[in-house]
């Protein structure tokens, strides 16, 4: 059982590049998000999709964009990499609106040069 | 101030010690409180969940939540080497995964 699985692990970019985080997960779960994470600060919620086919911003959305591609996927694009998104980012699940069902992925981290 | 306040660390502890962690919050409104544990170069993962005020036991592990004060902790009994991890609070006033807030964590070792 993968649960919450992330590529890449690392990455390195130069300003301006664009990518795409890749999140899958094998739980059956309707929510999930991408969470940054960064010294001295708790995670902060970027976008999450409460079901297939929503997606909402959350704290901190400016400079990515997301996709839910159906229930199991949700990927992060980051379209014009800044040195400020150098951080490591996580997607998590979770199967209803319970507290206690949310789920991390093993993140990637991030580079922006 | 920030909304979730938690001391950074480093804590250093002996093997069998009983550790203690807290976090302060401002929002009275948070009504569900979680403890992550996340070892290094990995994600987070949920140790203990409560609601409202209140004890939670679960083996070593004993989270208290004291709303009056504003204040969580997170007790480690017969502390291990392998607790040695940066441990996360968390809240939320609805339940509802989006309106999570984290702390930034406290890094714990247990040294053998």
């Known amino acids: 059982n993968a649960g919450v699985t992330q590529t890449p692990k690392f990455q390195v970019l130069k300003t301006g590049q664009s990518m795409t985080l890749q999140c899958a997960q094998d739980?059956?779960?309707?929510?999930m998000y991408w969470y940054r994470q960064d010294p001295g600060m708790g995670l902060r919620l970027i976008y999450y999709?409460?079901?297939?086919?929503?997606?909402d911003k959350g704290e901190v959305p400016n400079g990515y964009n997301v996709s839910r591609l159906n229930k199991r996927e949700f990927s992060l694009r980051l379209e014009s990499a800044a040195p400020s998104q150098t951080s490591v980012y996580f997607c998590?699940?979770?199967?209803?609106?319970?507290?206690?069902?949310?789920?991390f992925g093993p993140g990637t981290r991030l580079t922006v040069l | 101030q920030k909304e979730v306040e938690q001391d950074p660390g480093p804590l250093s502890v002996p093997e069998g010690a009983i550790v203690s962690l807290n976090c302060t919050y401002s929002?009275?409104?948070?009504?569900?409180f979680m403890w992550y544990r996340q070892y290094s170069r990995k994600g987070p993962e949920l140790l203990m969940y409560?609601?409202?005020?209140g004890n939670k036991e679960d083996g070593r592990f004993t989270a208290q939540v004291d709303k009056s004060s504003k204040y969580i902790s997170l007790f480690i009994r017969d502390s291990q080497p392998s607790d040695s991890a940066t441990y996360l609070c968390?809240?939320?006033?609805?339940?509802?995964?989006?309106?999570?807030?984290f702390g930034p964590g406290t890094r714990l070792s247990v040294l053998p």
């Open positions: 998590a699940s979770s199967g209803g609106w319970g507290a206690d069902t949310q789920y």
């Open positions: 739980m059956n779960h309707n929510s």
């Open positions: 999709s409460a079901s297939e086919g929503t997606t």
């Open positions: 929002n009275s409104a948070f009504q569900y």
């Open positions: 409560t609601y409202s005020s």
């Open positions: 968390a809240m939320t006033p609805d339940n509802y995964g989006q309106n999570f807030v």
